[in-house]
């Protein structure tokens, strides 16, 4: 048996707490996966992080929303996104307005250079993802996401 059939391998019923082993938890597993996509990530687009290109990507499929909306859309919390979008506000991908009615509500929109700058990087955003995905063939990509998708 492989160490990849070891990983994939299903944990018996009736293994004890004894018999936990680390790189057999789901956990450690997506963890091992996300830290690959990451890295593939950083090698195609160095100056952006991936909650960064998330935000502008959101952004160019929707337009100007609010800061919460957005963060809701992405998967992110409200502290985490106000810091994404600061640090794109201050590199001019993003600019930020208050609401017409409501004052207390900040609403997000790509400035032309963000708009510029995301659509630039949608076919590495692509190859990324084709190289993440790699190690799979077509049907199992197709069960792959399916399965992601009902845990996220």
């Known amino acids: ?26 956990g450690f ?46 998967a992110m919390d409200a502290a985490t996104v106000k810091g994404v979008i600061d640090r794109l506000k201050a590199r001019g991908l993003v600019e930020i307005s208050r609401h017409e009615a409501d004052k207390r509500r900040l609403l ?14 949608f076919p590495l955003a692509k190859r990324i993802t084709e190289e993440t995905l790699s190690p799979l063939s077509t049907k199992e990509i197709g069960t792959f996401l399916r399965l992601l998708n009902k845990l996220a």
């Open 108 to 121: 997000v929109n790509l400035t032309a250079e963000g708009r510029a700058t995301v659509e630039s990087l």
């Open 1 to 26: 048996m492989t160490g990849e059939d070891n990983i994939l391998k299903l944990v018996d019923a009736e293994e004890t707490e004894e018999d936990y082993r680390l790189q057999e938890q789901v």
């Open 29 to 74: 597993v997506l963890r091992r996966a996300h830290q690959r996509h990451v890295a593939i990530f950083a090698a195609h687009i160095a100056d952006l992080t991936p909650p960064q290109f998330a935000a502008l990507a959101k952004l160019h499929d929707i337009g100007e929303t609010s800061q919460n909306q957005l963060g809701a859309l992405i």
